[in-house]
Structures are given as C-alpha cells and as structure tokens.
C-alpha cells in the first residue's frame, strides 16, 4: 500500500511566525502534492513538484514556499503565517508515467491553525 | 464555468436504496476520471477510477459519457458506511506537463438507518 505521512494531525502556531509541514511518500513517486482544504472552497493546489528540486506554483502559491531535496520528502512553509492561512492541509503523491491516469494519494493531513 | 462540478447535496438516501450521482467537466481532452470518497475531517480516498466503457466494483458503478462530458457514480444496496462525500476527479496538465488533477467540491450522501 502507498504510504503518505504527514508529520503532524494537529498544528496550533502564531501570527508571523515561520511555519514547517512535512510529508513524506514511500512508493518512489516524481510527482508530489500541496493542497488546502477549507469548507465549501474543495481541494486547491498550492504548489506541486515532479522531480527532486523542482518545484512548481499551483493555484493558490501566495504566502507559500516549498522544498523538494529529496525524492521522498516534500515540504510546505508557510513563511509568515497568517489567520488565513487557518485549514486542513494534505499531501499528495503520484507516479508521472506520462499517460495522465495516475491517481493521486494523499496523507492524513494537518489541521493548521493560526493564531 | 466551473471545471469539475458537482451537486453539493446533501442526498438522504435510506439504507438499502440506490443513489447516483454525476458530474460534469469542462475539458474535453480530458483522459483520466476517478471517483474519491472523503469522510468527515480525514483525506480523500480512490474510490475507483472510471474507465471509457463503464467499470463495477462491488456494490460500486461508474460510467463515463465523452460526448456529454460527465461521469456518474451509481452505489447499490447502500450501507450505513457509505456516508461520505463522494468527489468526482478529472485530470489536468499542469506546468511542466506534470499530471494533475481537478477536483469537484464533492456530494455529500447520508445514508439513514
């Protein structure tokens, strides 16, 4: 089974400070995923990544930065968290066999509050 | 318009019935559908992906229509645990010609005892 592990469930920080969430897939995929998750808005992508260093800007990319050293690990940073930046994150991974049917697996997520 | 829409619901459906629901996109050089569930505060899960010529696991039915652009998910017999919301997943290009995918906002299904 495909395992993505988010490295917190719960997260409570403060206003301006620098935020780190992690996530890390062990099936070897490229392709890896940033999402957030907030009532009657549906999943929007923040950032994304198909290789190791790469990293590309998804929908919503303000207020974000990301991190790719290392295939199996993907991390998001908030750099000075806000009260909007309050939601559910999740993680994603898929395989990039150039077909465009992959599924995309997701971890467990992070309820990220900003206080 | 909306590039993956769905009905919000809520569907309240006896335990026993059968529900459908659909979906409909915009792309239409889409190649790649799935169905995901998600139940109250945990990640989405594949359901099943849907396949041109219509594709059944178990209780679990998924057609695609090309010409009309949308994708239906029918559940037979439903169970107490099908309750959930079912989001309806198209895929996308993204930059770099990475594979991605759009998600709908998910219909939500109750299923009464």
């Known amino acids: 089974d495909v395992k993505v592990t988010q490295s917190s469930r719960y997260l409570v920080k403060r206003t301006g400070e620098k935020v780190f969430l992690e996530c890390v897939q062990d099936?070897?995929?490229?392709?890896m995923f940033w999402y957030r998750q907030d009532p009657g808005l549906g999943l929007r992508l923040i950032y994304f990544s198909y290789d190791v260093k790469m990293k590309e800007k998804g929908d919503i990319p303000e207020g974000y930065s990301v991190s790719r050293e290392k295939k199996e690990r993907f991390s998001l940073i908030l750099e000075s968290a806000s009260t909007n930046q309050t939601s559910m994150y999740l993680c994603?991974?898929?395989?990039?066999?150039?077909?465009?049917?992959?599924?995309?697996?997701f971890g467990d997520g992070t309820r990220l509050s900003i206080l | 318009r909306k590039e993956v829409e769905q009905d919000p619901g809520p569907f309240n459906v006896p335990e026993g019935a059968t529900v459908a629901f659909n979906c409909t996109y915009s792309?239409?050089?889409?190649?790649?559908f799935f169905w995901y569930r998600q139940d109250c505060r945990k990640e989405p899960k594949l359901l099943m992906s849907?396949?041109?010529s219509g594709n059944e696991d178990g209780r679990f039915t998924a057609q695609l229509n090309r010409a009309s652009q949308y994708i239906s998910l029918l559940i037979r017999d439903s169970k107490l645990s099908d309750s959930a919301t079912y989001l309806c997943?198209?895929?996308?290009?993204?930059?770099?010609?990475?594979?991605?995918?759009?998600f709908g906002k998910g219909t939500h299904l109750i299923i009464q005892p």
């Open positions: 997943v198209v895929n996308m290009v993204l930059r770099g010609g990475a594979d991605g995918l759009t």
């Open positions: 994603a991974s898929s395989f990039s066999r150039g077909t465009g049917n992959q599924p995309q697996h």
């Open positions: 792309n239409s050089a889409s190649q790649s």
């Open positions: 849907v396949y041109s």
């Open positions: 099936m070897d995929h490229e392709n």
